[in-house]
């Protein structure tokens, strides 16, 4: 019983409209799903993707009125985008630089290249030469190219103040495989474990960064709720089951409609997530119009007058 890669991380934005404009507009992803947060109506759950709504392609945020995270441990800190090759790289550090988003240099960071970002509210992202691995679905209607549009999420990096505990979570319970580890060259270098899921590779990876020295992440916009990673419809039971049989202290499961859901944090305070891959985001409207409307799971349906009155036209 193996997890197959990152499902998806969710974020955290406090200015719903400048979000759509930069993932839509900016990077050029599908906005596939318009949709709430299912414990807390009054806020957008916004999910950008590739052109098919691919599990593994969509970074999603909730639409929070909060000031800026403060930055620290206990958090994961950078969230990579896969695209394919040097050249693409080298178009997004010409495109980010035309559009006045401030880039780092094209650079190597474990055997791949990679160029660092934020976007307007400090959400900390990275391009990854994934070296064209995997399938890819292009949105036809991007302003980005196809060649060089974002393929989907990976590696996913975090930090952690004792590699120790989170390590045995990642391994005994995720069932994750250490890989490597590798010396990160940031101005204060720090070890770095490398875990592998499924095949391994950029889309099934998680790289914890160890920094005893830090103070705890405080959440706000600019920030990371969770990280959820994929397992097959048919092996939901069976991780409930396991979590169930450790004793976890889990959310036990949950029907997200679009995919079931299981949470638990691990010991680094981090919140884990396990999605299946379907029912899909065409489970309740057309794959050609995805996150054209407002979508809601069939038990917000009677609220829908309501929950749309207290939602920002994006």
Not at 10 to 28: E, I, M, Q
């Amino acid at each position: 019983m193996q997890l197959h890669g990152i499902h998806h991380l969710t974020a955290v934005s406090a200015d719903a409209r400048g979000n759509h404009d930069f993932y839509t507009r900016v990077l050029g992803m599908r906005l596939v799903k318009k949709t709430v947060n299912q414990d807390d109506t009054s806020a957008y759950h916004l999910f950008y993707a590739d052109g098919e709504a691919s599990p593994g392609s969509d970074i999603t945020f909730f639409d929070w009125p909060v000031g800026p995270e403060r930055r620290g441990t206990h958090s994961v800190i950078r969230t990579g985008l896969r695209v394919s090759g040097e050249e693409s790289l080298k178009f997004w550090a010409t495109r980010l630089a035309e559009q006045g988003v401030k880039a780092g240099e094209i650079r190597e960071i474990d055997g791949r290249l990679q160029l660092d970002f934020e976007d307007p509210e400090g959400q900390r992202l990275a391009l990854v030469d994934d070296g064209g691995r995997g399938d890819s679905h292009p949105w036809s209607r991007s302003p980005v190219d196809a060649a060089q549009q974002i393929r989907g999420l990976g590696p996913i990096v975090m930090s952690v103040p004792d590699l120790r505990r989170s390590d045995a979570f990642a391994t005994d319970v995720m069932n994750m495989r250490r890989a490597r580890t590798y010396r990160s060259d940031d101005a204060k270098p720090v070890d770095v474990q490398v875990y592998e899921m499924g095949e391994g590779g950029p889309a099934a990876e998680l790289h914890m960064c160890v920094e005893p020295g830090l103070s705890p992440a405080q959440p706000g916009a600019g920030g990371v709720h969770h990280v959820a990673f994929r397992v097959p419809d048919a092996d939901y039971g069976a991780w409930v089951d396991r979590f169930n049989s450790l004793r976890l202290r889990s959310s036990g499961p949950v029907d997200r409609y679009y995919f079931r859901s299981l949470y638990v944090r691990e010991p680094g305070g981090i919140l884990y997530e396990i999605a299946t891959d379907g029912p899909g985001f065409d489970a309740d409207e057309p794959k050609d119009r995805l996150g054209e409307s407002l979508s809601l799971p069939p038990f917000l349906e009677p609220q829908r007058a309501a929950i749309e009155r207290g939602l920002k036209p994006l």
